[in-house]
């Protein structure tokens, strides 16, 4: 009975021990790959909004992408814009200038957007794999 209580403590201290060794990814992980500068969001009229930003990688990149999810004032999802800039072959020390603009005639006045870059195809709403992440305010 005390080898099976032993053997079961070591196997827990090795789970804990090699899962202490390994890093988890969110959704600030890769910040250090690019820098963003100047985000700003605002409003074109009739329903359509604008972001930008400027991005500056410190290493090459295959290829970066921006995303948005808006929120109205309760915190209910109004949009989810999966491809609103894209870029391939970026290189260390460039600057790009990101501009989107998206369509939330009839779905809402947002009150907040999520803003996410990924440096792979963003897919399936899984925002975990941003390498950028920052929530905007918007004014009333």
Do not use: R
């Amino acid at each position: 009975m005390k080898k099976i209580i032993i053997s079961g403590i070591l196997l827990i201290l090795a789970v804990v021990a090699i899962s202490g060794c390994t890093s988890s990814d969110n959704s600030t992980s890769g910040q250090s790959e690019i820098n963003v500068t100047n985000v700003s969001v605002s409003s074109s009229g009739d329903g359509f909004y604008n972001i930008n930003a400027v991005i500056t990688p410190t290493k090459n990149i295959d290829y970066l992408e921006m995303a948005a999810i808006w929120y109205d004032s309760s915190g209910a999802v109004i949009e989810t814009s999966d491809l609103l800039w894209n870029v391939n072959n970026v290189q260390a020390g460039q600057v790009y200038k990101a501009k989107g603009e998206d369509s939330l005639y009839q779905k809402g006045t947002p009150t907040k957007v999520d803003i996410y870059i990924f440096d792979s195809v963003f897919s399936g709403g899984d925002t975990s794999k941003a390498i950028y992440h920052q929530t905007v305010n918007l004014k009333s």
